[in-house]
C-alpha cells in the first residue's frame, strides 16, 4: 500500500534534489528557454521567422501626399478633431488621400471622420485609441462654425 507522504519523483537530470522546492526549481530550469546572444538582442520568442518579410498588402505606407496635406492642414487650422487622427487609425494616409483598398484604384474623393463635441468619447470601446472621459470638457462654441467652414472648403456638394 502506498502512502500519501510518498516522495515526488526526481527529474532526470536534478541529480539528488530532494523536496517539492527543490524538484519545482529543477522543472522550472528545465523547462526555461536557452537564450543565445543573438536571439537576447531580437526581443522575446514571438513564434515568427524573423527573416521572412510580411506580404506587400499588409505593410502600410507613412501618410502623405497633397491632399492628405491640405486635408491636414485645414483640419488643423479649424481646430477640428477627426476620428482617424484621435483613434491612431493607421489608413489615414489612405482614406485622406482618396485611394483604394488594398493596392486597388480608389475613387480619387478624400474621406475624414469629424468628431463633434471634441476629442473626448464617452464610450470607452476597448478597441479605441479615442480619449475617453464619463465628463468631457465643455464643447467649442466654434465648432459648429468651423466645421461649416471646412466642409464649405473641401467642395463638399449637399
Not at 74 to 86: A, D
Amino acid at each position: 500500500m502506498q502512502s500519501s507522504l510518498a516522495r515526488p519523483p526526481v527529474l532526470a537530470g536534478c541529480g539528488e534534489r530532494r523536496g517539492l522546492a527543490a524538484v519545482a526549481r529543477c522543472r522550472a530550469e528545465a523547462a526555461a528557454p536557452v537564450w543565445t546572444a543573438s536571439r537576447a538582442s531580437a526581443g522575446p520568442y514571438t513564434g515568427r521567422d524573423p527573416e521572412v518579410k510580411k506580404p506587400a498588402w499588409l505593410r502600410q505606407r507613412a501618410a502623405q501626399g497633397e491632399k492628405y496635406a491640405r486635408l491636414r492642414e485645414s483640419i488643423g487650422e479649424l481646430k477640428l478633431n477627426t476620428v482617424c487622427v484621435e483613434a491612431q487609425c493607421p489608413n489615414i494616409g489612405e482614406c485622406w488621400n482618396g485611394g483604394g483598398g488594398a493596392g486597388g484604384e480608389g475613387d480619387g474623393i478624400a474621406t475624414a471622420t469629424i468628431m463633434v463635441l471634441g476629442d473626448t468619447c464617452t464610450r470607452g470601446c476597448r478597441f479605441c485609441a479615442v480619449k475617453t472621459s464619463n465628463k468631457p470638457p465643455p464643447p467649442d462654441p466654434l465648432e459648429p462654425l468651423n466645421t461649416a467652414l471646412a466642409v464649405a472648403s473641401w467642395g463638399y456638394d449637399l
